[in-house]
């Protein structure tokens, strides 16, 4: 792919000058990018290797607070170093930024062991427990954002009232609209392509100003890496052509709701697709039907994964495209699994929980885990779920409040199997965190219906 370097290509690139800097990065518990901005000529000397940066990366809020209450960091425990690890099958070009270059890291604790409610390191623990049966997991993300014309300064200035979006109507499928707003969506199609994200295609989503982006399915940690830097290169693009954009699950009550959905199969060691009998009426293997049916089984569980702010259950409502209800069916949107591909080599499973505010590598590694124990447990795949999911009463539903998410993970002896006490613990916390400090707040629903008539 366009964009891809070796260390070769970059020790060349820099001594040419094409390339000066290097940004060396780690994935946060939210999934964005934290690290450094090397210079290039440093970077080949020395961080290569490694480079360190403080632990409380991996133990903030959202604000990047000091919040206590973390067992593997604390002001008790001083805030030490983390080891970042350049992962060097991730170097490549940024094209959006002038003469600059980006490798993710993997994070290592003191004893260059990973640290292990990283979320690169959560995801790459499941991966390696597909990788002993012989199996890989391939999975895509598509990713769902409101596009603004106000930049991010200005949004801030007038307190991100009164946004207007890019387009007045809806725009879903809309050529005309989006042709208008080319002008961003170019540069993030040809961007993300010569970064070695090779982008399918984009279009106009369920709203006004609303967009989709389509990343070509990879292996699970590739695209967890393409989707992390796919969401931080969108926001730089944007702010660079004075445009501003949120990817929060429900910016607004009256709009629609901003989805990350996730398709996911099996391949073997070959690449041969292991979700696809030619035999079976709808072209699902046994295999595909108990890992779908641990899905199933756990995607209560899950969603606190894919969903975990106090603003990502604001976008399960009824009738908007969102899932409400735990259900699978064939090519259904209202179910919260969807199988698409039916019949072909392509058959593959649709999550349709998770908001586009997840951390991918979470959300990945939970679904990856589900999906093991349902094969591991050979669990039955239930009768499908025909018609409107969002009308059935009898369906269990997805936890409609991040209190009820936390609640279920705390009980569940399948994730502390899965990927241990202390991810489980982590962010379990980081969950509490985010419900206590809504808990507290004065929000401007409350004050103007309150303020005179309370």
């Not at 009164?162 to 109507?169: H, K, L, P, V």
């Not at 040809?190 to 989709?212: L, R």
């Not at 595909?288 to 969903?307: D, I, P, R, V, W």
Request: charged share 25%; glycine share 8%; hydrophobic share 40%.
């Amino acid at each position: 792919m366009p964009g891809k370097l070796t260390l070769e290509e970059l020790r060349a690139a820099v001594e040419a000058g094409d390339i000066d800097t290097v940004l060396a990065v780690q994935v946060d518990m939210q999934g964005r990018l934290m690290g450094k901005r090397f210079q290039a000529e440093f970077f080949l000397e020395g961080a290569v290797e490694e480079t360190h940066a403080c632990n409380y990366l991996q133990a903030t809020d959202m604000e990047m607070e000091t919040v206590q209450g973390f067992a593997a960091t604390s002001w008790e425990k001083g805030y030490g170093d983390y080891i970042m690890k350049p992962d060097l099958d991730t170097l490549r070009r940024i094209p959006w930024l002038e003469a600059t270059a980006l490798v993710m890291c993997d994070v290592l604790d003191h004893h260059r062991d990973p640290v292990p409610h990283a979320p690169r390191n959560v995801l790459r623990a499941q991966v390696e427990k597909l990788a002993a049966k012989g199996w890989s997991a391939n999975a895509a993300t598509e990713l769902e954002f409101f596009l603004f014309r106000e930049s991010y300064e200005e949004a801030q200035a007038k307190a991100h009232l009164g946004m207007r979006t890019i387009s007045a109507y809806n725009a879903d499928y809309h050529i005309f609209q989006t042709t208008k707003e080319e002008d961003v969506m170019r540069a993030i199609r040809t961007g993300m392509n010569a970064a070695d994200i090779p982008i399918e295609n984009s279009k106009g989503e369920a709203d006004a100003g609303q967009e989709e982006i389509n990343v070509r399915y990879a292996e699970a940690l590739t695209m967890a890496d393409r989707h992390a830097i796919l969401k931080n290169g969108i926001k730089e693009i944007a702010w660079a052509k004075g445009k501003s954009v949120s990817f929060m699950a429900k910016w607004s009550y009256d709009h629609a709701g901003n989805s990350s959905h996730v398709h996911m199969s099996l391949a073997g060691p070959d690449g041969a697709p292991l979700f696809h009998d030619p035999a079976d009426p709808r072209g699902m293997s046994e295999l595909m039907k108990s890992f779908l049916a641990g899905q199933l089984a756990h995607a209560a569980e899950m969603t606190l994964f894919l969903a975990p702010y106090i603003n990502s259950y604001k976008r399960f409502v009824a009738g908007t495209f969102a899932p409400t209800k735990i259900c699978w069916s064939m090519d259904n949107r209202t179910a919260g699994f969807r199988v698409v591909g039916e019949g072909t080599k392509a058959v593959r499973m649709e999550c349709r929980i998770g908001g586009a505010d997840l951390n991918p590598y979470m959300a990945i590694a939970a679904m990856i885990a589900a999906g093991l124990d349902g094969v591991e447990r050979g669990l039955e795949l239930p009768p499908e779920h025909r018609g409107d999911a969002y009308q059935s009463e009898a369906t269990p539903e997805i936890p409609a409040t991040l209190r009820e998410a936390m609640e279920i993970v705390r009980g569940s002896d399948f994730l502390r199997a899965a990927f241990g006490e202390e991810v489980v613990e982590h962010y379990l916390h980081a969950a509490h965190i985010e419900q206590m400090e809504m808990d507290r707040r004065v929000t401007d629903w409350e004050l103007k219906r309150g303020f005179e008539r309370a």
